[in-house]
């Protein structure tokens, strides 16, 4: 924690009655402080997003603040096996494009609780990765549910063997779904194309609307107006 000799506060005159008494050079000085601590309050809260932020509800000052910060995220090893364990049942696979993500934050967790000498057991971690990664592989996490994780027993115990398999094999999955959808993509044709084999298509064998003779009154006449038999006598008689 920081000491509160390297971050002096003068008397505080956040009341009125502490600012009425005090005279003009406790004010500057209180003013001073206040601009400081307001700044490096300020810089904190912008550096830090999401669970950070429940360890510093209710502090008013930059030294509180860090300081719970400090007790938190570097105190005891049993607040840091906490946070991870925290982590790693809330780790979730967002998407293909993300799987590699998934896996090497799932191996961090992994490797941080090791070191804290507090691994997490093989049979948790193999039903951790295949709840993970269900989102986006709902088929490969239900073969894996039935297929792995209902075989396990004492004859059958769970190893780290079997989860480095499920990595190796989500990768696979992974590979496979990544290459189905630009198959996918490479097979459509393109808006224009489409829009033209669509139009194709439904124009044939339909014969095109004529338009109305004003000579013989046809209103779908298919004929030229200077061919019409009601005012050409030569096509008449022909």
Same mark, same amino acid.
């Given at each position: 924690m920081i000491p509160s000799k390297r971050y002096p506060k003068p008397n505080d005159l956040s009341t009125d009655e502490a600012w009425e008494e005090a005279d003009k050079a406790a004010r500057q000085e209180w003013e001073n402080?206040?601009?400081?601590?307001?700044?490096?309050?300020?810089? #904190?809260?912008?550096? &830090?997003?999401?669970?950070?932020?429940?360890?510093?509800q209710?502090?008013?000052?930059?030294? !509180? $603040?860090? /300081?719970?910060?400090?007790v938190t995220?570097?105190?005891?090893?049993?607040?840091?096996?906490?946070?991870?364990?925290?982590?790693?049942?809330?780790?979730?696979?967002?998407?293909a494009a993300k799987t590699d993500d998934y896996i090497n934050t799932f191996r961090k967790l992994l490797s941080q609780l090791s070191d804290l000498k507090a691994?997490?057991?093989?049979?948790?971690?193999? #039903?951790?990765?295949? &709840?993970?990664?269900?989102?986006?592989?709902?088929?490969?996490?239900?073969?894996?549910?039935? !297929? $792995?994780? /209902?075989?396990?027993?004492?004859?059958?115990?769970?190893?780290?063997a079997i989860l480095d398999s499920l990595i190796e094999d989500l990768l696979d999955a992974s590979k496979a779904k990544k290459a189905n959808s630009n198959d996918s993509n490479n097979s459509k044709p393109a808006g224009g194309a489409l829009a033209a084999a669509h139009n194709k298509g439904g124009n044939k064998g339909k014969k095109s609307k004529g338009s109305k003779c004003n000579n013989c009154g046809d209103p779908n006449a298919y004929h030229k107006p200077d061919d019409c038999f009601a005012t050409n006598v030569e096509k008449r008689q022909a």
């Open positions: 402080w206040e601009a400081m601590d307001t700044k490096a309050l300020m810089a #904190i809260r912008n550096n &830090i997003q999401g669970r950070p932020t429940e360890a510093i209710g502090k008013t000052t930059a030294l !509180d $603040t860090w /300081n719970a910060l400090q995220y570097e105190g005891k090893g049993g607040m840091l096996i906490y946070h991870a364990i925290s982590d790693i049942q809330r780790l979730q696979c967002e998407s691994p997490l057991p093989d049979i948790y971690a193999i #039903i951790l990765f295949v &709840i993970g990664a269900k989102k986006v592989y709902p088929t490969w996490a239900e073969r894996h549910r039935a !297929d $792995t994780i /209902n075989k396990i027993d004492d004859n059958y115990p769970a190893t780290r």
